[in-house]
């Protein structure tokens, strides 16, 4: 299973679930294409889009868990897969308590079905917590611009890996998900210190960032909120391996 990240500790967090292959755009989808592209000759099966996303919704705080149902770029809507999504759903976005009564109630309903000579028809999985993500090849770095992506497209997360992820996985006839945790608000602006000097390796150059923040120390405090929401984020997204144990929940998918 290929697990397409931009940045290099995105990577590492999914690469701690075995029969994971990852690959790391450096924010660069051209790279990003390349890479999955070798990634599926040497045998890859499927593509999960996993990492830190920000958010288009007023709802979601930093460190919401998201799976994505559907991914929009350039006028183009991408459907996940469903059997490997509603999975991903109900492990990461139902709390224990919320998974035992849903079970309770289940079993319930069986129960009252068989008694009552009825069939049971399975309707597939329940959409729980899933979005819409929307795709860009750039950062959205204003809280305006955020909105404005939210109204265009109903998206209710933006990352810049999804839509690569989706459009290779549409090409190959392979299966897609999305995984990400919120790591910017959407009423949060981003400051130019965070956005410089990624690496196509998908580290950042700390020196460029540093140059930055003594030309305008003014962005220091932005900064701070952000490292911090990030870390959040990265948390939340080793919570969702853990969760998920190997193949992050694809081969278990049926």
């Not at 149902?69 to 897969?81: I, M």
């Not at 079905?113 to 204003?142: K, N």
């Amino acid at each position: 299973m290929i697990a397409a990240t931009g940045l290099l500790v995105e990577a590492q967090i999914a690469a701690r679930s075995a029969n994971v292959n990852t690959v790391v755009s450096g924010g660069n989808a051209t790279h990003l294409a390349r890479l999955i592209e070798v990634a599926i000759a040497a045998g890859g099966r499927a593509i999960l889009s996993f990492g830190i996303a920000g958010g288009l919704s007023e709802d979601l705080q930093p460190g919401s868990c998201l799976v994505g149902s559907e991914v929009v770029h350039a006028g183009k809507l991408y459907r996940a897969d469903a059997a490997w999504t509603g999975r991903l759903a109900r492990r990461l976005t139902i709390s224990p308590v919320e998974r035992f009564q849903l079970r309770s109630r289940s079993q319930a309903s069986h129960a009252e079905m068989q008694r009552g000579g009825y069939e049971e028809h399975s309707e597939g999985p329940p959409e729980y917590g899933l979005h819409r993500i929307a795709g860009i090849d750039r950062a959205l770095s204003i809280p305006c611009d955020k909105r404005a992506l939210n109204a265009a497209t109903g998206a209710t997360a933006v990352d810049m890996e999804s839509h690569v992820v989706a459009d290779l996985a549409a090409r190959h006839g392979l299966p897609f998900a999305v995984v990400r945790a919120i790591a910017d608000p959407v009423g949060r602006a981003i400051p130019r210190a965070a956005l410089v000097g990624m690496r196509s390796d998908g580290t950042m150059n700390a020196v460029a960032c540093l140059r930055l923040l003594v030309r305008d120390p003014s962005q220091v405090p932005a900064l701070v909120r952000i490292g911090v929401d990030t870390s959040r984020a990265m948390l939340q997204l080793l919570r969702c391996v853990k969760v998920l144990g190997p193949g992050l929940g694809f081969f278990e998918r049926g």
